[in-house]
C-alpha cells in the first residue's frame, strides 16, 4: 500500500521523503501495455455560466489539478487539442443554430425578441454568457480528439473529462448542454467502427445522444438516470426503444431516488454483460456524468465514488477501445476526485486514498482531505429489489429480439469529419515542398561519410 504523505501533530516527513513516497501504485503485474490518452484543453476551465448557475468549469481545472499532483501524467499521452471547426459542428448541429451560437453575445440578448430567445431554447438553463461558442468549440474538439486518436490505434482509451453534453440538440441547447460532443465523437467513430456502444451513466437520461441515433442499429445507447416523467428531461422511459432499423437498441433503465452501491453495481453489471455479448461493439463510449453521486447539489442518488468507478472498471474489463467523457456534477469537490479516481481505474493503478497537500487547490478538499468521503444516506433508497429485478427484465426481454449484432459494409472508409484545418493542411503542403526541392532530396540521397560536390 501507498503511504500517506499528509502531516499530522505528532508525525512529519522531511522533503526527500515526500518527493520519494508513491502516490500511486500499480493494482496488476500484467505487462500489456494499454495506451491512455488524456485530452485536456485548460482553457476550457475559464468559462463562466453565470454566478447563481449550477454548472462550474472550474471542476474540470480542480479534476486536472488533482490529476497532476498524483502524477498521473505519467501513465498517459497528453493532448492539449484544438478547438472543433465549424465545419465540424456542422456534422450534426444545424447551421442555423451554430450561426446563432457564433454571433449571440450577453448584449445582444436584450435587444433579441422572446421568439428568437424561444426559438434556441435560451433561458436560465442555457443562458447566452461570454464566449460560449469558444467554449462549444473546445469541448466538442477535445472529444472529436480523443476519437481520432482512437480511430489511428494511438490510443486504447481516450479520456476528455470537459466533454458528456448529452443533452444538446440539433437545433437547440438543452439541459447545460450547447454542443453534443458524443454524437460528433460517434459519427466520427462510426467511419471504421461497424458498431457503436454509448453508455451513459449520468443522473439524467442521455436524450440527446438517443435522440440522434433512435433509427440506426450501429449505435446502441444504453442509459441508467432517474426516471418518473417529470424530472428532467422528462425522457428514459424502458419502453424507449428506437423506431425502424433501430428498434431495440435504445436501452434506458429508470431509477428512483437514493439507489445504493450494491444495488447499481448488481444491475449495472447484470445488464451490460448480457448488452455487449448481443451487441458485438467494436468500440465503446462511456459518458461518467458525476452527478449520480451521493450529496451533488442537483442529484438523488446514494453512490460513492469507488461504485461509480467500478462501472468504468467494468466497462474497461471487455478489453474494448474506449472513449471515456465527463457530463453532469454539480458539487465540483467531488466532481473532481470522481474523475481523478477514474482516470487511475482506466490507468490500472490504486491512487493514496489521502489527497496531496501540495495540491495548489487542495483548501477545497476539506475537512477529510480524502479522496473518498462518505457520500451515502442522504436519502432513502425507494428501489426495492421486486422493482430493480423488474427492469432488469424488461431489458433482458428486450434483448431476445436483437437476434444477431448488426453488420455493415467498411469496404470505404467515409472521410473523417475531423480532419485537418486548413491552416494545418498548408502547414503540411509547405513542409511537403520544402522535402521535395531537389537539393533536398540529394542531400537525402547522400549517404552517411559522403561528400557533396
Known amino acids: 500500500m501507498a503511504i500517506s504523505i499528509s502531516d ?30 488524456y485530452h485536456y484543453n485548460p482553457e476550457v476551465s475559464q468559462y463562466h455560466y453565470g454566478a447563481l448557475h449550477p454548472m462550474k468549469p472550474f471542476r474540470l481545472m480542480l479534476t486536472d489539478h488533482l490529476v497532476i499532483s498524483y502524477k498521473l501524467y505519467e501513465k498517459m499521452d497528453l493532448f492539449t487539442p484544438r478547438r472543433a471547426t465549424k465545419e465540424e459542428l456542422l456534422a450534426f448541429h444545424s447551421e442555423d443554430y451554430i450561426n446563432f451560437l457564433q454571433t449571440i453575445t450577453p448584449e445582444k440578448t436584450a435587444k433579441l425578441p422572446d421568439q428568437t430567445l424561444a426559438q434556441f431554447n435560451i433561458g436560465d438553463d442555457c443562458p447566452v454568457f461570454d464566449g460560449m461558442y469558444d467554449y462549444s468549440a473546445i469541448y466538442a474538439g477535445a472529444s472529436l480528439d480523443a476519437s481520432r486518436k482512437l480511430i489511428s490505434g494511438m490510443s486504447d482509451i481516450a479520456i476528455n473529462w470537459s466533454g458528456g453534453l448529452h443533452h444538446a440538440k440539433k437545433f437547440e441547447p438543452s439541459g447545460f448542454c450547447y454542443v453534443n460532443d ?9 467511419r471504421v467502427h461497424p458498431r457503436v456502444m454509448y453508455i451513459d451513466i449520468d443522473l439524467h437520461h442521455g436524450d440527446g445522444v438517443q435522440e440522434a441515433f433512435y433509427t440506426t442499429d450501429r449505435v446502441m445507447t444504453v442509459s441508467f438516470h432517474k426516471y418518473n416523467g417529470e424530472f428532467f428531461p422528462g425522457t428514459g422511459s424502458v419502453d424507449e426503444t428506437g423506431l425502424g432499423k433501430g428498434k431495440n437498441y435504445a436501452i434506458n433503465v429508470p431509477l428512483r431516488d437514493g439507489i445504493d452501491d450494491e444495488s447499481y453495481i448488481r444491475l449495472f453489471k447484470s445488464i451490460m454483460e448480457p448488452l455487449i455479448s448481443k451487441f458485438q461493439p467494436t468500440c465503446i463510449v462511456q459518458q461518467c456524468g458525476a452527478d449520480s453521486l451521493g450529496y451533488d447539489r442537483l442529484g438523488c442518488f446514494n453512490l460513492n465514488i469507488r461504485a461509480h468507478g467500478e462501472c468504468v472498471k467494468f466497462i474497461k474489463s471487455f478489453g474494448l477501445p474506449m472513449l471515456v467523457l465527463g457530463g453532469g456534477g454539480y458539487t465540483p469537490r467531488n466532481v473532481s476526485r470522481l474523475w481523478c479516481y477514474e482516470t487511475s481505474v482506466l490507468n490500472d493503478v490504486t491512487l493514496n486514498h489521502k489527497i496531496p497537500n501540495y495540491l495548489p487547490t487542495y483548501d477545497w478538499f476539506g475537512p477529510d482531505f480524502s479522496l473518498h468521503p462518505q457520500l451515502e444516506g442522504r436519502i432513502d433508497n425507494k428501489n426495492s429489489k421486486k422493482y430493480l429485478e423488474s427492469v432488469k427484465q424488461e431489458i433482458l426481454e428486450q434483448l431476445r429480439y436483437l437476434n444477431h449484432a448488426p453488420s455493415v459494409q467498411m469496404s470505404e472508409i467515409p472521410p473523417d469529419i475531423t480532419g485537418l484545418t486548413e491552416e494545418e493542411e498548408d502547414f503540411i503542403r509547405e513542409l511537403n515542398e520544402e522535402t521535395n526541392r531537389p537539393d533536398q532530396i540529394m542531400k537525402d540521397e547522400t549517404r552517411e561519410g559522403e561528400l557533396m560536390v
Open 8 to 37: 499530522t501533530e505528532t508525525f512529519s516527513t522531511d522533503k526527500k521523503t515526500t518527493e520519494q513516497t508513491p502516490l500511486y501504485y500499480a493494482n496488476s503485474s500484467d505487462n500489456r501495455r494499454v495506451n491512455v490518452s
Open 182 to 190: 458524443i454524437v460528433l465523437s460517434i459519427m466520427n467513430l462510426l
